[in-house]
Nanobody, 130 residues
Framework: QVQLVESGGGSVQAGESLRLSCVVS????????MGWYRQAPGKQREGLAT???????TYADSVKGRFTISRDSATNTLYLQLDALKPEDSGMYYC????????????????????????WGKGTLVTVSS
């Protein structure tokens, strides 16, 4: 059973930084597409960044240059470095994962616009005050 556990959220001031972590266990697929998503109160979930074994990192325009996604294969941990945070970055941040092969078999692409991941964590809350 695939499990994803996020951590690292918190309350910060605008301009500050946070580093989110997502520990993945039970993942046995040979290919991967992993990503970070955010949901603010009253808004739809939006993709922020993804990381896959073919193309590496892909970012949504809204966070490009401020957020950095990375993966440590030794510890099966996905990270999201959040820099220059803004109040509009507040929300619940979720980690997600799926087989890249499965996604491609559907004719889809691993990227922030793909929200059909099979496995999701429970989220970690980020609050940015002005």
């Amino acid at each position: 059973q695939v499990q994803l556990v996020e951590s690292g959220g918190g309350s910060v001031q605008a301009g500050e930084s946070l580093r989110l972590s997502c520990v993945v266990s039970g993942y046995t697929y040979s290919t991967y597409c992993m990503g970070w998503y955010r949901q603010a109160p009253g808004k739809q979930r939006e993709g922020l960044a993804t990381y896959d074994n073919e193309w590496g990192a892909t970012y949504a325009d809204s966070v490009k240059g401020r957020f950095t996604i990375s993966r440590d294969s030794a510890t099966n941990t996905l990270y999201l470095q959040l820099d220059a945070l803004k109040p509009e970055d507040s929300g619940m941040y979720y980690c997600a994962a799926d087989s890249l092969t499965s996604i491609q078999s559907l004719g889809a692409v691993c990227g922030p616009s793909y929200v059909g991941m099979d496995h999701w964590g429970k989220g970690t809350l980020v609050t940015v005050s002005s």
